[in-house]
Structures are given as C-alpha cells and as structure tokens.
C-alpha cells in the first residue's frame, strides 16, 4: 500500500506561514515583548488580507489598547478581515468595520454598539455570518472559524511569556487554545511585566508576543445593579418567582441573567425566602457572575458555591475572602472560565431565568429589534434544554413530567426549566408582549436566514409577570399555551385580546395562578423586603469588603 500523497505544498503551510509572520515581526520584538510604540506596526506585519481575527471582546475585559493600535492600521494592508468574537463592546470594534477594514462578522453579542452594527449592515457595508451563542462560537474556533491571530489581554506576563489573567480569566483560555494550536499567532496586551506571576493562567508555549499597555486594559462592571433602582412591581415578580417556581420544584442549582427582575430575587432571598423556610432548599449552587446583590443571600448562608463566566469590578477582595464559595487559586484569587461556566449552565443547572424585550404568542423571546442588533450572548445556551443531559433531579424530572404527561407510556425524560421575568410594560410604555417579534422585520432588513430569537418557545417552561405566574409545561395545545401567555401579559394589546373564559379555565387548573393565589398580598410587596436598599448597604453588608467603582458612589 502507498503512503498518503502529499499536496504540491507540503502538510505545513501553516506552520510556514507562521514562521514568516514571526520572521516579520521578529525585528519588532525583544523575545516575546514589543513595545507599545511598536504596537501598528506589529499588527501590520503580522495580520494578512482575509485574515479571521479575534480581538478579545468579553462581556468585561477587553483587549482596548490592541483594539485602538488595529485602528490605525494601514487599510491597504490590513483588509479584508473575518471578525470572529464574542462580544462587540467599544467603538474600534465598528470602527475597524467602518473603516472598510472588515469584510465579515461572526459574533454573539453587540451591547451598545447594536445600533452602529445594524445601520452597517442595512448599507450593505458588513455581512454577518451568524449571531452566535457563545458556547456556539467557541465551538466554532475548534472547527470551522479558527483565528489566525488572536489580541487578548493580561493582567500580567512574566519575562518567558506566561500569562496571568487573573479573576477576569473570561474568553482567554479558549481563545489562545484553538489560535496556538493552529498555526495562529498571539498578542497579549498586558497591564505590566513581572518576574514571578501569581499564577501561571496561559502558559508562554501558546503566547507569541506581548505589550505592555499605557493603561490598564478595560473591564466592564457590567453585572452591578444599585438596589435603589430596584422597583417594588420588581419586588412583587421576586416574590412570585421564589414562592410559584424557585420553592414549587426545589430550585437549588440555576443561573440568574442580569437585570434588576433577578437582582431583586437575590436580594429577597434572605428576607422573604428565609421567612418561608427556604434556605439550604433553594438557590445553594450557581454558574453567576458575582453579582454584589448576591452578597447578603451569601453572608445568610444561602449559598454553598458559584462558578463564574468572568468577574466583577470592585468584587475582587470579597470573593478572595470567600474561597468556600467561589472557585479560587492557590494564589488566593478567583479564576473565572466563560466556556466552562456555559458549560456547567447549560448541564448541570435546573433553572435559567431572565428577562427580554418581547416575547410573542408562542413564547418566543428576543432582545434585538429592528434597527438593534444586539445579539444574545449565553442567554439561549442557559435558556434551552440540554438535550445531552443524562443526570436527574427532583426539579428536573418534575419539569419532565409536567411536559409529557404522565402515563403515556413514553420513555421517561426530564426537562430543564427556563423562566422569562418582565413587566408586562416596558420602559417608554414598550409592551412586552407582541403578536410578532420585531426579529423578523430585523432578519428581513438585515439579509439574515433566521430571525434572530434569543429562546424560542418550546424551551420556555414559565412567564413571570406582575400580573402572576403561567406554567407553560402544564399547557396541552397551542391554544392553551397562547391563553396562557395572553392570561399574564396585562393590560398590553396582546392582554387585552385574551379570551376571558379560556384564561380563568387556566387558572382553576393552577396554569395561571395569580399572586394571591400564591398566598401574595401586593401590598406587602415593598422595598423595605430588600435585604439591601442600596449600594451603601451592599457595602456594609460584605463588612467592608465590596469596593464598588465610583459611579455607583454617592457617598
């Protein structure tokens, strides 16, 4: 038998196209580290037309001095590039867009640059490949959509290259894994070079170049919410959440989305769920950012332990002093892992619930809307049913039953339950609750193959509104289930066209159950059940521990 053939080219052309993009940095470079002056033309001499490249934009940490240097760059040099990441968050990302440097985007959230992103893309200017999930995109890296080079950023890296990313660990790991082992090229930018790291996060193997930057690279405290803004319709949805859905099925293990609907749910915890005899009964395992209106539910003993997708500015010394709870190193600060905490949300958790923009009659639910495209980062990872899940629980099999019904003879199954928290009114009188998602005119004016939809509705299992709660997975017929929808949307037009008899049908079969059916007076849902009213006491509830940024100060 013959040996494989060999193309004309060799089985190593990325490893010679890496030996000759090192070998035109390499005048660049003191062994691995170049100075920030030198930072366009490194990314000149490294960065080829149609290159896929990543600039590490997170939830929180980004790589912004890497971002600003790529912006400055030669247009005739640096063209043609495939973006490939996870989150668009500073105005370089669109910028190096704008600029008629980019000519495609494979991403999975925009934040704040939704509406910059959409009018590109209405102009013909930009072609999205697709709006991943994140856990959807990292996949991606191993597979189909590899960087080529990969900007990402450090606390520190020691003289060899080793890296320390520290608690905002985040994207890194899987970013620099799928670039280094594919003949990619990585550039870290560093707040500073040391001679013995705290701990070794990526090893200086996987690390080609690094910079240090004039300042601190930038981290988004994009998990605080102020409980001052908190309002009491949000106490009232808390309170109906913890009472119909989190004691109903013995919610311990689940992930909250970010808002002021869930912050208010942490912040009840060790008031009214306490008051209830919940604790050690729900809420004792989490994949959560640490959020700070997490920490009286911690200091009560509610909860056992919390993985982290990043972490959170002002959050570092409380979560060091915490190690019983949150995962940390032998250095003594938290290592966050984004992949992972997908992960463990989307398999080892019961319970997503969050909130959105508009949901429609059959459930489904998205935050983009025509002129926004925003994306939707984890959201439809923790909010779906894992199909692959093997182990069982008291809440995850009871969800599997409500759905299927019992004896139908059917191969027993479980089901994740994914919640939607919202008022039934929006802020500037938005209503919640549409006929049609707005994803669809979005997918229309934008070229896109799907509406852009964050759950769709076969994975939704309950609303929560301040009108009450519906249970889904209870609903036998779509009919039923738009009832349902239409029974706890309000006075919005969608509330108002439900059909009376069928919604009180619902109820008396425990579908619907209002907030007194619950046992809830909605005058007793008042802030004064906030375990913390403000930032202040946040503060003072982590004995001092918590150092918020300062426009959360007002002291």
Same mark, same amino acid.
């Given at each position: 038998? /013959?040996?494989?053939?060999?193309? !004309?080219?060799?089985? +190593?052309?990325?490893? #010679?196209?890496?030996? $000759? *993009? %090192? ?61 490939? /990441?996870?989150?668009?968050?500073? !105005?370089?990302?669109? +910028?190096?867009?704008? #600029?008629?440097?980019? $000519? *495609? %985007? ?450």
């Amino acid at each position: 038998m /013959q040996g494989a053939e060999h193309p !004309p080219a060799g089985w +190593d052309r990325q490893a #010679r196209n890496r030996a $000759a *993009r %090192l070998a035109r940095a390499a005048p660049l470079a003191r062994g691995k580290q170049v100075d920030a002056g030198q930072a366009v033309a490194l990314l000149e001499a490294l960065i080829e037309p149609g290159d896929r490249l990543c600039i590490e934009g997170n939830n929180q940490k980004q790589a912004d001095f890497l971002a600003r240097a790529l912006v400055q760059t030669d247009p005739a040099r640096v063209r043609e590039l495939h973006l490939v /990441q996870s989150v668009l968050a500073l !105005p370089e990302h669109i +910028d190096i867009i704008e #600029r008629g440097q980019v $000519a *495609r %985007l494979d991403f999975s959230f925009s934040g704040q640059q939704a509406g910059r992103l959409a009018r590109l893309v209405e102009a013909g200017r930009i072609r999205i490949g697709a709006i991943h999930t994140y856990l959807e995109l990292y996949a991606r890296y191993f597979v189909d959509l590899t960087p080529q080079v990969a900007l990402v950023a450090a606390q520190a890296a020691d003289r060899q290259g080793n890296l320390y990313t520290g608690p905002n660990t985040e994207d890194t790991p899987v970013i620099v894994e799928a670039t280094a082992f594919k003949g990619g090229i990585v550039v870290a930018q560093v707040n500073e070079i040391v001679d013995r790291l705290p701990r070794v996060d990526i090893p200086a193997d996987w690390v080609d170049f690094t910079l240090v930057a004039p300042t601190p690279h930038y981290v988004e405290p994009l998990f605080t919410r102020d409980p001052a803004l908190i309002t009491e319709t949000q106490v009232l949805t808390a309170m109906i959440a913890i009472k119909g859905l989190y004691a109903e099925y013995g919610i311990t293990r689940l992930n909250h989305g970010i808002g002021f609907d869930t912050a208010a749910i942490e912040l009840l915890l060790p008031t009214y769920a306490a008051e209830l005899g919940l604790k050690g009964k729900i809420c004792t395992h989490w994949a959560l950012n640490p959020h700070p209106t997490l920490i009286p539910a911690i200091e009560a003993g509610f909860v056992q332990s919390v993985h982290s997708f990043g972490s959170e500015v002002g959050m570092e010394r409380y979560v060091a002093a915490r190690p019983d709870v949150f995962f940390i190193g032998a250095d003594g600060t938290m290592r966050s892992n984004r992949a992972l905490c997908q992960a463990a949300g989307h398999y080892a958790c019961d319970l997503f619930i969050g909130s959105t923009l508009q949901i429609d009659l059959a459930g489904n639910s998205s935050t983009a809307t025509k002129g926004r495209i925003a994306g939707f980062g984890g959201a439809p990872n923790m909010g779906a049913d894992a199909r692959g899940r093997r182990h069982a629980s008291p809440a995850w099999l009871r969800a599997g039953r409500e759905a299927r019904g019992e004896g139908t003879g059917t191969m027993p199954r479980g089901q994740k339950l994914v919640a939607q928290i919202v008022e039934t009114y929006r802020e500037h009188m938005q209503p919640a609750f549409v006929e049609q998602l707005d994803a669809w005119a979005l997918a229309e004016s934008a070229g896109m193959e799907l509406p852009p939809v964050m759950i769709y509705g076969e994975d939704l299992s309950h609303i929560i509104t301040e009108e009450g709660i519906a249970n889904l997975l209870l609903c036998r017929s779509p009919e039923e289930r738009e009832q349902a929808i239409r029974g706890v949307a309000g006075y919005t037009p969608v509330g108002l066209a439900r059909d009376k008899r069928m919604v009180e049908n619902l109820r008396d079969r425990g579908i619907i159950r209002r907030p007194q059916d619950l046992g809830i007076d909605p005058r007793e849902a008042t802030r004064d059940l906030l375990a913390a009213r403000n930032i202040k006491e946040l503060v003072h509830a982590s004995g001092g521990l918590y150092e918020p940024p300062k426009k959360y100060r007002n002291w």
